[in-house]
């Protein structure tokens, strides 16, 4: 199975997700993703093959929705426990949440901080890793606090994945 590189800009770092044009914040929650999940997608409105990440083994992939509105996924995010950390394989927003008109923001940092939470729970402080388009890279050292591990690999460590946890799940 393919790795892929990040491509996702993480728009903003907010407290859960926001509405993009009237700033009100709501409740979310990640959940699992399964089969019949996959069944409700509709497949214009992700750029990615998600079927194919819920048919490996070793991924584990997590939906993120408002609060008491399951029908509605607005990001999915693709892990692998690795062991020692937390591997983000894919990571993405909704077509509806995606570009200049997008409806929410904050659906990337909110899905990585729930990665960063995994790690912590699985006792590997925090740490998580993936891979980073090279345009991308200062983007994410800025944004996530993430360091280069080595060529275009970045790493979470667990000072930077206190914060976003603490962010998006005080």
């Not at 996959?38 to 070793?58: A, N």
């Not at 609060?67 to 995010?77: A, F, P, V, W």
């Not at 927003?93 to 570009?99: D, F, L, Y």
């Amino acid at each position: 199975m393919a790795t892929h590189q990040l491509t996702i800009l993480i728009d903003k770092l907010t407290n859960s997700i926001e509405h993009a044009a009237s700033g009100k914040s709501y409740a979310t929650e990640v959940q699992p993703f399964s089969i019949s999940d996959y069944k409700l997608l509709g497949k214009s409105l992700w750029l990615f093959d998600w079927k194919s990440e819920l048919l490996s083994q070793e991924r584990s992939i997590y939906k993120l929705i408002v609060l008491n509105d399951e029908k509605s996924i607005h990001g999915l995010i693709s892990i692998q426990d690795k062991g020692d950390h937390v591997y983000v394989h894919l990571l993405e927003s909704s077509k509806a949440n995606r570009g200049k008109k997008k409806a929410y923001l904050g659906i990337p940092g909110n899905l990585m901080a729930y990665a960063c939470k995994l790690s912590f729970e699985k006792g590997y402080d925090g740490y998580v890793s993936f891979e980073s388009k090279s345009k991308l890279v200062a983007h994410y050292r800025k944004v996530l606090s993430a360091n280069v591990l080595f060529g275009n690999v970045m790493i979470i460590d667990t000072q930077a994945a206190k914060i976003l946890v603490d962010r998006y799940f005080s």
